[in-house]
């Protein structure tokens, strides 16, 4: 197993349980005690997790998994997910997409669907999100709007008034989120308060919202809120969200497409 190979199961594993010891993910991982040492050390360098006597825990309850290492959870999910937002897009639409690995799962479906591989602009897509802005840059077809701002390493996201600025001066038909958490009483919400109000800008900006998400996101809450349920027009989601929970969502205006 290679070293970001061995971090990112290091990293999930810390995510779904909060800590983890040295002889536990040894075990897990097959590598020696010594090696998982040397990881949590140079992970804790990076602060992506806190070094404890015998293991690691992770920061809080604001802890954010980079999205390069975000990439591998619930994916099969995540990709139907997006072939089925991609499918509510129409040609020739005004398309904002923000970060994440579900919307950028969204990006991939949108660049090879059929009916889109033209136009004058077959789609326009405004992004904070720098890489999805590479992977659709390739595409003549598809006009590319990227927001100024300061990166955020975590989640390749621009924030700040400098993207306010841009999105302050467009509209676009859809906004295509991706969240951290949806709850029917607190709303769509993210870990920073930066991106979620850049976020929200561009809901704010839209015509009709559609949020991204796992059933893993749905019932939970996180720090910083981006929209209320009732700025959200349709919830894209897996098959494995529980049926009272698709109830509320429904009840509070929402449509819910299972995939």
């Not at 009732?230 to 098959?239: K, M, P, Q």
Request: aromatic share 4%; charged share 25%.
């Amino acid at each position: 197993m290679s070293r970001d190979a061995r971090w990112k199961a290091l990293l999930e594993l810390l995510v779904e349980r909060g800590r983890l010891d040295v002889e536990q993910a040894a075990a897990e991982l097959e590598v020696s005690a010594a090696t998982i040492r040397r990881d949590f050390d140079q992970l804790a360098e990076q602060q992506m997790l806190v070094r404890t006597r015998g293991g690691a825990v992770v920061h809080g309850v604001s802890y954010e998994l980079p999205l390069r290492y975000k990439t591998a959870r619930h994916a099969s999910e995540k990709q139907r997910i997006a072939t089925a937002v991609a499918g509510l897009i129409a040609p020739g639409e005004a398309v904002g997409l923000t970060g994440g690995t579900t919307t950028t799962e969204v990006a991939r479906a949108l660049a090879v669907r059929g009916d889109l591989t033209s136009g004058s602009p077959a789609l326009t897509v405004v992004t904070n999100a720098l890489n999805i802005a590479n992977e659709l840059a390739v595409r003549p077809q598809f006009k590319i709007v990227v927001t100024g701002g300061v990166a955020r390493p975590q989640s390749y996201e621009l924030i700040g008034p400098l993207a306010d600025g841009v999105l302050g001066q467009i509209t676009v038909d859809v906004a295509v989120l991706g969240v951290v958490a949806l709850d029917v009483t607190h709303g769509a919400a993210a870990h920073d308060e930066a991106e979620a109000a850049i976020n929200r800008l561009l809901c704010e900006r839209a015509e009709r919202v559609v949020v991204a998400a796992d059933s893993s996101k749905l019932g939970q809450r996180a720090f910083a809120r981006i929209c209320p349920v009732e700025s959200v027009d349709t919830l894209v989601t897996d098959a494995a969200a529980g049926a009272e929970t698709v109830r509320r969502f429904e009840e509070a205006g929402v449509r819910v497409l299972l995939v």
